[in-house]
Every structure is written in structure tokens, then in C-alpha cells.
């Protein structure tokens, strides 16, 4: 494997080994919750993105509750990395993630998730100052420094696939790269310290509504791009098939209902944003220079971006799978099968 392979591998492990830690000492609670006749009490991760606008909606609604679900801790994270770390605890039960950290942390790290329901697909982009970037061929240019979040995560994959799709120049392009988290970016982008960022929506189009051009998205680079799922620990399967049948059922019911009502959608998704994203703003007040502040009206544009839906491919699954394996952020691969809780999500 070459040098460099086996280094970004070795990077996502280390990522991954503090949540293998946790699972080792991990013991289930779900049998204790059922001893007094209730549902098992669930606790959710979702990605501070609107990628997670169904559990956003979910929860604005009280559709979780409505379903007879017990909700205990509800966690928002801004990293896939993160989120897929928060997995290894024994109160986070359920997450909306990104396909491609759900796929790391089950690979890598050993975590028993299964994936039960997709949330949309695409979701990414690449967003460019219209001034030092025109073309993606330009991403060689030793001169650009470009933004992206730490290898293993799904826009760090979507690069990959836009140096492959352009037949740019691995080494050139990654030597540019700095890694950082989305709101970092956004600030870095706003003041000059970047010229480029991959990155997930919202946080592209936010990027985007301060001067940046949207260079390309993830419809662009691979057609039918799964983006993110709803993810369970096989433990809540086994305990209470139950209550992940209606996890799926709210999921779909909050996804139709975001497809019909986008605007509304958008503002929930403001407020929401505006209150959890005080802990991403690394002290930059919102609003100031536009590089915290998350109205609607970007929301709505984000969301434009994105294909919002429940149904998944397993031929993708596979493909995403077999391609982070070719990067060497897994290692012999897996068959999507394994992953899929399919049954679940039609009875």
C-alpha cells in the first residue's frame, strides 16, 4: 500500500480508538428500562447540519414523543468524527450521521450500528474565492491553501473523489490542504486564510452567501451520492425492535413533511441553529462579518442542495464502501448487507 495510504489509515484509527475504548466497557441498559413496563429511553446524536433537518423537525414537532418514544439526551455534534466517537457511549443509542464516518466507526473502531433509514442524498460542496479560483484544475496551484475537515470524513472522501473525477494531481492538491472544522473554515474563508473548502451544507452555502462561489457540489462529482443515514446500536434492535420501527416511522413522516413544507422548514432550522450553534462560534459573535449567522433564507438555498429522502441504494452503499477502502481508511472492505438493517424499515 502506498506510504501515504497507510498513513491517512493509521489517522482515521486513531481517530476511531477512544470510541473502541468506550464500547469495551460499554454494558447495555436497555433490559433495565424494560423491567417497569416502558419504552427503553434512547438518547440521539445528530450532525449540527441541516443534513439532520428530520430530527430537527422531529423534535420541533414532538413527533418523537407523540410516537411513544423515550428520549432521553438529544446531542448535536458539527463533525461526522465527532458524532461517530459520541456512538461508543452507552447513552447515545440512535444518530443521524454522514454515510462515511457511520462506515468508519463501524469498520475501524468495531461499533455495533446498523443502518435502518437514509435522511438525503448529496449534501457537499466545494466553495472557492471567485477571485484566486476559477477552474478546479487551480486546487494544484502550490499557492492555494484549501480547507477540509479531517480525513475519513465524508467531505474529505468527496475531495478525494473531485481529484479523481478531474484527474488532478493527488499530491499537489493534498499538500494544500488544511484541516479544520466547518465553522473554522467559514471564518478562515471570510478572512482571507483560505482560498478553497470542501464542505457540508449548510455550512457551503453559508460560505457561499459571504462572497465564495459554489466551484461544485456532490451532484457534480458522484451522481446518486448517498449522504446521511439513521444509524442504531444493535442493542436497541435485539431490546425493542419496537422503537426503532418508529424511529424510521418518524424519520419518514418528518422527511415528507420537510418536502412540503420547505420554508417553515428553513426557520425551524434557523432557530434551532441559532441556539445550539453558540458552542461551534470558537467565541466570534453571530452575525459579525456574517460568519456565524444562519438565517433562513441561506437554510433555504442550503436545503435546495439537498435530496431529501429516506429510501437508500444498496449499490451505493457498497460503491462509497468499496472507494474509502481503495483511500485506505478501511481495511478489507465490507459488504453493505451487513450494514443494512433493510426489514426494519418495512414491516
Known amino acids: 500500500m502506498h506510504a501515504r495510504l497507510q498513513s ?30 416502558t419504552a427503553p429511553s434512547i438518547g440521539i446524536a445528530v ?11 422531529a423534535m420541533e414537532k414532538g413527533w418523537f414523543t407523540s410516537a411513544g418514544l423515550n428520549i432521553h439526551a ?4 458539527e463533525t461526522g468524527m465527532a458524532l461517530a ?8 443509542q440512535a444518530a443521524y450521521i454522514c454515510l462515511v464516518p457511520a462506515i468508519n466507526v463501524y469498520k475501524n473502531a468495531g461499533v455495533p450500528i446498523r443502518i435502518v433509514a437514509g435522511t438525503h442524498r448529496y449534501g457537499y460542496g466545494l466553495v472557492v474565492n471567485p477571485e484566486r479560483i ?5 486546487l494544484e496551484d502550490p499557492s492555494i491553501r484549501i480547507g477540509c475537515v479531517r480525513e475519513g470524513g465524508a467531505v474529505d472522501v468527496l475531495m478525494h473523489k473531485t481529484i479523481d473525477t478531474y484527474h488532478l494531481d493527488e499530491k499537489k492538491v493534498l499538500k494544500n490542504v488544511r484541516r479544520m472544522k466547518p465553522s473554522r473554515q467559514i471564518l478562515a474563508m471570510r478572512t482571507g486564510q483560505l482560498d478553497a473548502a470542501f464542505l ?40 425493542d425492535p419496537e422503537s426503532v420501527r418508529k424511529l424510521v416511522a418518524v424519520t419518514q413522516k418528518a422527511t415528507d413533511w420537510i418536502n412540503l413544507n420547505r420554508e417553515e422548514t428553513a426557520r425551524i432550522l434557523a ?14 459573535p453571530a452575525g459579525r462579518n456574517g460568519t456565524t ?14 435530496e431529501f429522502r429516506t429510501d437508500i441504494d444498496p449499490g451505493m452503499v457498497q460503491d462509497i464502501i468499496n472507494y474509502i477502502e481503495r483511500l485506505g481508511y478501511i481495511q478489507d472492505g465490507v459488504d453493505a448487507r451487513s450494514l443494512l438493517a433493510g426489514p426494519l424499515s418495512d414491516e
Open 85 to 92: 466517537a459520541a456512538l461508543a457511549r452507552g447513552d447515545i
Open 200 to 239: 457540508p451544507e449548510h455550512w457551503a452555502t453559508m460560505t457561499e452567501s459571504g462572497g465564495a462561489k459554489m466551484l461544485l457540489t456532490s451532484r457534480d462529482v458522484w451522481p446518486g451520492m448517498q449522504g446521511s443515514v439513521l444509524v442504531v446500536r444493535e442493542e436497541l434492535i435485539q431490546a
Open 134 to 138: 476559477r477552474t478546479v484544475k487551480e
Open 47 to 57: 450532525e449540527f447540519m441541516d443534513h439532520a433537518a428530520c430530527a430537527y423537525v
Open 293 to 306: 449567522e444562519i438565517t433562513p433564507e441561506v437554510l433555504l438555498r442550503s436545503m435546495e442542495r439537498i
Open 8 to 37: 491517512k489509515a493509521l489517522h482515521v484509527v486513531l481517530l476511531l480508538i477512544t470510541a473502541l475504548m468506550a464500547v469495551l466497557l460499554w454494558q447495555p441498559a436497555c433490559a433495565e428500562d424494560r423491567q417497569d413496563g
Open 74 to 77: 438529544y446531542e448535536s455534534y
Open 271 to 284: 432557530r434551532k441553529f441559532s441556539i445550539e450553534g453558540k458552542k461551534f462560534s470558537h467565541g466570534t
